[in-house]
Each structure stands twice: as C-alpha cells, then as structure tokens.
C-alpha cells in the first residue's frame, strides 16, 4: 500500500513531536521558507561554531505532515556537519527526492529512507523538500557574507 | 428534482477511475467545475463546421461564427436577466473582469482621498487589483470586517461608507466560508451613498438565480470553468450606460472603429473592451452550458446543492475532531474544515488515495484564513453531479484520514 | 514535402459543404487558421480526463492538469528556442501580449519625451496598445514609413532612432502587405541604442521557424489560433531578466505569493503575469498545435507556402484588371489585391457563393489601407491545407467576378 | 441563382454611374455614416425648402456596389418628401431589408425593390443600409435642432 509507505510511523512520530522545535535566540543563521501553492511556512534556525561547523539547528512554522517530519529529521541529521558538508547532503537529498539518485538506507540517511515513500507522490515531494531548499538558501547567503 | 444518475452520465470524466480502480468523486467544484459531454461537443462541433475569425470575414463560416459569438452574448445577458446584450463584455476569467473595472474606473474616477470599499473574505482576486489601484491613485482601501463564523459586519459597513465611497467590491458567496452575503442591502447601502458596486458573482452565478435588474448591482463578474464551460472565458456585466462612460481596457484589433497613425476611434460598448480575436469557442461553449444549466432549473440546482451541503455539515459534525467553519445557516455549497492535528494536505492525499479530490490550503483567502487562525483548511464543495453517496465515500475516508493519524 | 492529401484528411471542417454543395476553399489562415482532429481531441481529452484547475488541488487529476500546462509552456519555449520556459507567458491573444508590455514596460521606464517607435505597416494591435501608453506617459510615438511596394524605410528608420528611442515595436511579417521585415537588422540597431524591441511575430512564427536566442529580440509575440491551435490563447516571449523586472499586469488569484489584507507578494516570472485561472485546455491544445507543425517539419512548410504564395501571384497576374500589393520578392504567405472597379465585398460575395473564403476590408490595417491610396483590399493566404488546386478554383471564380461585373 | 438575384443589372447600373454623387456646398444637413468592421465610408448632403421639404440629396464616399446602389437610389426616392416622410420611408426600407416586412414592388419602391436579393446574402444587409442609417441621424438631428 502506498499510505502505509507515505505515512510510516517514523513520520508521524516525528510530526507528532518533532525534534528541536522552537526559535534559537541569536542564530547564526536565520532563514524562511514559503510554499506559495499551499501556504507551507517555515524558519530555520542555525547556530555554528567556529563559524563552520554547525552546533545545532532549530525550526518554527506550520505544516503538513510530510514538510514537518522532513524538517525534524533535517535538524538531526545535520547537526555537526560543516557548511559544505550540511550543502552537499542537502543536494544528495534532494536528488534522492527528484527520483535522480537511489536512496541511501545507510549511516545518516537511514531515517531519512522513510522519506522515501513521498516520491510516488509527486506533488507532495515540495513538502518534503521545502526546509533543506530553505537552509540550503540560508548557507549559502552566510558563505557570501563572509 | 435532479436526475442525477442521468446528469452524472453526461460527464466523461466521472467515468474514469483513479489511483488504481477507484471511481473518482470529485468535491472541488468551487475551483473549476467539470464539463457535460454537451459543452465538450460544442467546442468540438465549433472547430469542425464553423470555425472562422469573427466581425471580420465576409463570407458564410464567417457570418455563421460572428452569429454564434453574439447569440451566446444575448444568451448571457437573458441568463442574468441583464436589459441589453451591450452589457455582457467577455473577458477570459472573474479577475480579468474585476481588473476591468479596476482599471478602467479608476482610471476615470478615482481621486487621492476616495475610499475603495472591500471586505475581509475576498478572494485574491478581488482584492490584489484594488490594493494596485489605490497605491497607484492615491485612494484609500478599506475593509468590511468578519465577525462570528465569518459573516460580515454590517454595523461597521454603516459606520465605513460615506460621501467618501466611490467604489464597493463584494464577493456574493464566499468560497472559503460559504458566507452568503446580503448583498441587495449592500447594493441599495452603496447607491444611497452614490456610491458603484461591483459583485463578485464566481460562486453564485453558477448556482443559484441571479438577477442582475432586480439587484440594480453596477457591474457583476464570473467565470464559466466554475459553470461547466470551458477555461479561457468570463464575464464582465455591467450596466451599458457606465460602461459606455469608461475608457477602453486593452486596446487593438476588433475594439477600434477608425484608425489613423496617431489617433483611433473606440467601438461602442462591449465590443470596446473586447481587443484582439476573442476566445470564441469558449464563448459558444459557455453559451451551451447555461442550455444545459436552464434545462435543469436553477432552482433544482440550488436546492440539490442545499440538502448535499446540510447533509455534508451533518455527518461532518459527527466527527469530534472535525471543526467547520462558516455560518451555520444562510450559506452556499462550500465547506471547510479542519481536522484537529492533521494539516489539511496530509487528509487531501489520503482521500485522494480513494478517489476523493478535495481542497487543501489558503483557497486564494488569506486574509480568511489568518482571520479564522490557522495555516490552512480543507474544503470540499458540490455541484450538480454529486451526490450524498460521494458525502458518504468522503466521510468514510475522512475515518482512514482519523486511523492513520490518530492510531501511533 | 508535405503529404497534403493526408493533412487535408486531418481537418474536419475541409470536408464541409457550403451554399449548396461546394466544397470549403478556406484562404484566409492569416485571419485564424483551422484546426486538425488532433488538436481538437486534446481539449475533449482534456475535459474528458484531466480537468481540474491547475497550481491548487493536491490531489491526483490537479497534478495532471498542472503538468499538462506546465509541459506546455516547456514545449512553447522548445518551439522558439527560449532558453527558459520562465521566459514564456500565457495570454489570450497577441494583441493582449502586446498590452501587456505597453502597459509594464511603461508604467516601469517610460517618461515624458521618451520615444516609441512603431512602422507604418502595424497591424491595429501593435499600433493602439502604443498610442496610448504614448499619451499617458507623455512619450512620443514616431513611425517608420514605407516605400516603393510596402517595404521599410530603413534610411528614415536610422534617422528616427536615437538615445531616446527606448521601445521599437515592429512587425515581423504584414498581415497587409506579406513584407517581411529585416528584423535581425533592426533588433542590434535598436540594442546598439540601448532601445528594447518587441517583434510582433503573429504572421511568422506559424509559417518558419523562429530562434529568439539567435534573433536576440527582447519581446516576442504571437497567437494560439493562428497555428492551429485554439481561440483564446496566445503567447508572450520575454528575456527572462526583463519579465522579472517589470510589475504584474493584470492581478489576482494564481500570480501571488503571500497576500495581507494591505498589501501582497508576488510570484516570479511567469506566473506573476498569469492572473486568475489560465485557458488550460487551450494551452494544453496549443502544445498539441505545436506537435503537429513540428512532425510537418518548420522548413516544409515554409517552402509549401512559397510555392503557393509564388503561385498564385502568377496567377493574379494574368488578369490585367488585377492589381497585387506588397514587395514582389521576399514576402510571406500573404497575397493582397484590387480588381479595377470592383470593391473587395462583392469579390468576396461571389468567391463565398463558390465556397471560397478570401478577407475583404482594411485587415485590421487602416494606415497600410490608407498609403495605398484604396478604400479596402482583397487578401488570401495559404497555409498547410491549402494546394494549387484552391488556386486554381479561387482564379476560376474570379473570372467570375469579372463577368458579372463587367458584362453590363 | 442567388447572385444573379444580388447583382441585377440595375444595381450594377447604379454602381457604376451613381446618381446624385459629390458634394453639395452649403447644405442644410451633413451626416457622415461608417461602417467599421468593412470600412465603407458614405457622406450625405441634403438640401432643403422651407426647412422641410427634400429638395435634393446628394452623397460622397467609397463602397461596395450594394451600398454605392443603395445609396444612389435613395437619393432619387426620398426627393421631394418632407422629413417627416422620408423618416417613415426610412423605417419602411429597414424593415424590408431585416425582412421583417415584405418588398412592395410598387411606387416608389419599384426600383427598390432590387434590394431584395440582399436578404439572402446577410452579412451584406449593413452594406444596403449603411446610407439609409446615416441619413436617418442627420434628419432627427436637423429636427432636434429646429
Ligand atoms: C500582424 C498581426 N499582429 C497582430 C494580430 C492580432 O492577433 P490577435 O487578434 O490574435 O490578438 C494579427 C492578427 O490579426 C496580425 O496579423
Ligand atoms: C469568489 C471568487 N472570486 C474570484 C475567483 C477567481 O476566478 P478565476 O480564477 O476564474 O478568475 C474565484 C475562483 O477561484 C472565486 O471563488
């Protein structure tokens, strides 16, 4: 059943009670993203250390399912990670969401693989790919203005 | 009474089946309607006997298209009961026609100072196009405020308008809240205060009896997809003695009368509105809508809309978690709700996965749905085809939307 | 080489019978042209499987419809080697793409004494939309006049143009005249000026093949019904950083990001253009259009049209009482004529009652009309359906004519 | 045969010399009629006795043989007839051509009445009534301004 794969359990798990939710007081990094066809809103939050390495990422915003869950899961996994490592997982992501690339169930995508179901769903693949567009936005603009 | 089982045959699309086998029931009829075999062929018949551009060749297939054209004008006008065909300008949708008058009137009309009058449940549509031409005339842009379920505030509209007045823009049924609005207070409110009133009409053109003499509105505006005609094709009503007073809107071929290198005479209304080849098979087609909507009854219409939506809100209702929003009475076919801690994407896929298309979002009402509180609704709305057998589909698969979510 | 038997058999409307029993001799496609079974399926296709409004529903058959329209914008940029399908904007016809730009562009960058250039040989939709935005932006309208057969004075041109040259709005083939225009040549004077230019390609882009990288032309134009596709759509090309920087045009549902009551955000280019529902089925028919031309092959068809055009200007030439107008060489499928003392309606009366279809009248060209020095002109032109033997029938009913006329 | 119907050889006749053609210097009613969707272009020029009576009606303009025709044969018909009368006439002629009354072959519809075969080619019924239109205006426009 296709449901079953769109909502598994890590997904609403995550949506129910999603990781590192809530703004972070002077962030690094401050980003927000918009979803004009359904209204989807969220802000990302990113504090670095040694201006490259990030520390910890927090969200705000409302959503469905799909875009929470995937925000949730974005705020674990790239913790840690340096700039240019967070922006090549993003593009990994997303390439595993354009039905480009396989999805990798192994390491740090290995919760990441329950998004996998979004991809028979085409017009929700926006949902789950709206906050890593977004904190890819956010990433970028910092490397800039250094 | 609607033979729906009949009318339901008329409609190709409600044939096909959907995610696997699932017949599809289709309850966004308030975003684009579906279209009877009848209009489908009328396009068809159009582009394989008389299709020829029209006011221009003199010869047979010529003639017979510029026929068609005017005779679905003169049909339009019959339809909303409008005293002269010269009042029926065929745009390409209801916010082609709201940017008509927008334009045009403001154009001719509006002064720093003047006040534009809309209300907080317009559709986008009605609302981008007055904030454009108050920023660029200087006139000042105000709103009748929602209280209660989403009804307007008439003790504030009275205290709103004034001298000041010149234009009200009101949307009729809104199709977000269901809101029916009064309008005929409304319209005699702003005559007293010399002030023009424009109807959004979208969501009740396509519904219900309109009478456009009888509400004395200045200018009313729908589009045809939302009434079984094909997309490309709207409606600007206006009364032609206004409408003669404007400035042309777009301007070339079709709305001239003379021309010469520097200067051009207009044609008369509506044709002056009309520039370039017009969207002729759409407008033939919508001609063969309203036949088809005639030879129901707007009255049978409405009233089967009536008993779907009471029976939709009554088995909405008993659900816990569902919240409906709007008026409880006095409302159209529109129903949105929500569903506590789903968003309303998520119940939309889910239905959709059996067949059921809904709608999912803001409806192009933000302001609404900042008002109501939330980020997003889900709406489902009926139309002549539908039945209470599709409400019951929809209800049983709003209790998987419940199972899915609620059972971790 | 066309296969025109097969493509005769593609248009229902070639097999119809008119004032009695005469086959349709249709030569007036600069007019609007017909349409094949196929197109004409993909809008009952549409309607009888895919409708749904399109950038809204997240259900199944809203998915659809939205890839439907959005491919078809790829396969329009596809078509004029655009290098973005963000540069391609849906309108309903030329004459509103042209509309559209008079009224941003200006609106953006015009100011009084400013200069617009426009030719002689407009058609009204290129001349209009210009007069004006030249009169509410204070900016002066100037005119490239004609010479010899109907061509471009291009010594005056390069007198008139100059730093406040900041728009030319040209013409690219005459509706009137068949001139075609040097339009690589003018397009990098006006960029050496630092002017914009908009080519009016209505009568081009059907008949050859159109580059808009190579032409390097900023704004292009042309419309749906004109190449086989429906009424109702047509098609603005912009260099995608110019769209981005002009303010919407028409405003509403669809072309919005986040709305306040106060204020709104718009979406980027395209879609900040496209206000309130688009015609989907004819965007979607037009794609269908643009299959059909393309599996003829651009080239073909070009080389068919000369050979007609060639044609039946040795033809007209035989009749001593006939006299043709435009260049004698390089011109497009487009043949205007006078026959001495007889006026262009009861040419085309009589040509009716043997079926043929021909344009009487001005064209939609008043100031063309107006330098010939003639009240009206007869015009046919040719297109993919159309072979020697229309010719031939067509000269034979002129014969006709002259008898008629000229026995008493 | 229909056309044979449309271009007699009375109304070939009147095309090709009309009567009553150019200017009149000094008239007492100028009216300009247009026709916009063809172009036809008829000036009409009337000159009065009393301020009442026709005394002769004259025109200008370019068209096709049906209007150059009509357009001469009104000149002929409504001589002579005081405003009132011609007004009648007028409305008598546009009823025949919208085929709302029957010809009548008599009088001084005689020759008129070659303008039947009109009605069977409608799109060129504007063409037979454009000048008939235009000198309707001037008269009712002379009357409101006595
Ligand atoms: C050269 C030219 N420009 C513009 C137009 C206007 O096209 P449309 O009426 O489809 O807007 C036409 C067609 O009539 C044309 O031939
Ligand atoms: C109340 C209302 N007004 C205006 C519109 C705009 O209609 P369209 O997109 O056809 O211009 C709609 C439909 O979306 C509507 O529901």
Known sequence: MQLEELYQTIILEHYKEPHNFGEIKNPDIEERGYNESCGDDVKVFVKLINENKIDSINFIGKGCAISQASTSMLTDVLKGKSIEEAIDFIENFKSMMKGEKDFISENDFEELSAMKGVLQFPVRVKCATLAWNTLKNGLIKYQNKQ | ?????????????????????????????????????????????????????????????????????????????????????????????????????????????????????????????????????????????????????????????????????????????????????PIEKIISLAHSFNAKILIDASQSVPHMEIDVEKLDCDFLVFSGHKMLAPTGIGVLYGKENLLEELPPFLSGGEMISEVHLETANYRQTPWKFEAGTPNVSGTIALSTAIDYLLSLGMGNIHKHEIELTQYAIYELNKIPEIKIFGPTENRGNVVSFNFENIHPHDISTILDNDGICIRAGHNCTQPIIRWLNVSAVARVSFYIYNTKEDIDIFISSLKKVKKIFYAT
């Open chain 2, 1 to 181: 009474m609607l033979n729906i089982e009949k009318i339901k045959s008329d409609f190709p699309i409600l044939k096909r089946k959907v995610n696997g086998e699932k017949p599809l029931i289709y309850l966004d009829s308030a975003a684009t309607t579906q279209k009877p075999l009848q209009v489908i062929d009328a396009i068809s018949n159009y582009y394989k006997n008389s299709n020829a551009n029209v006011h221009r060749g003199v010869y047979s297939i010529g003639h017979e298209s510029t026929e068609m054209y005017e005779n679905a004008r003169k049909k339009v006008a019959k339809f909303i009961n409008a005293k002269s065909e010269n009042s029926i300008v065929f745009t390409r949708n209801a916010t082609e026609s709201i940017n008509l008058i927008a334009k045009t009137y403001a154009k001719k009309f509006l002064k720093a100072n003047d006040e534009i009058l809309v209300s907080q449940m317009e559709h986008h549509s009605n609302l981008i196009p007055w904030q454009i031409i108050a920023e660029e005339s200087g006139a000042k842009l105000k709103f009748i405020p929602l209280i209660e379920n989403g009804i307007l505030d008439l003790t504030q509209l009275e205290k709103l308008i004034s001298q000041k007045t010149k234009i009200i823009s009101l949307v009729h049924v809104s199709n977000t809240l269901g809101t029916i609005n």
